[in-house]
Nanobody, 118 residues
Framework: VQLVESGGGLVQPGGALTVSCAASGFNFLDYKMSWYRQAPGTAREWVAS????????EYADSVKGRFTISRDNAESTMSIEMNGLKPEDTAVYYC????????????WGQGTQVTVSL
């Protein structure tokens, strides 16, 4: 099983960035997908989730209206488009796959760094 994030980097405040996650080794269609993030010295926090058929998308209040989560089941990938980035969005962003009934496997990627700074 692998979840590999990509697309992180340095961006100026107000800028945009898209971070992606490529999944392999499990049946992607059986999993709800989410993004989490962790800033230095803080606990990992949930950012957004998308249901298996992309019917339901949920966002943390801190990113609602600025971030958009999506998935491509044919390619087993997930992305989050981040607009209007703020310095407080600086964190390591992690991809998460949780079995649809919350009683199965739960997988994590290694994370990708997003830094919002001048």
């Amino acid at each position: 099983v692998q979840l590999v994030e990509s697309g992180g980097g340095l961006v100026q405040p107000g800028g945009a960035l898209t971070v992606s996650c490529a999944a392999s080794g499990f049946n992607f269609l059986d999993y709800k997908m989410s993004w989490y993030r962790q800033a230095p010295g803080t606990a990992r926090e949930w950012v957004a989730s998308i249901s298996r058929a992309s019917v339901t998308r949920e966002y943390a209040d801190s990113v609602k209206g600025r971030f958009t989560i999506s998935r491509d089941n044919a390619e087993s990938t997930m992305s989050i488009e981040m607009n209007g980035l703020k310095p407080e969005d600086t964190a390591v962003y992690y991809c998460n796959a949780r079995y649809w009934n919350d009683r199965g496997p739960n997988y994590w990627g290694q994370g990708t760094q997003v830094t919002v700074s001048l």
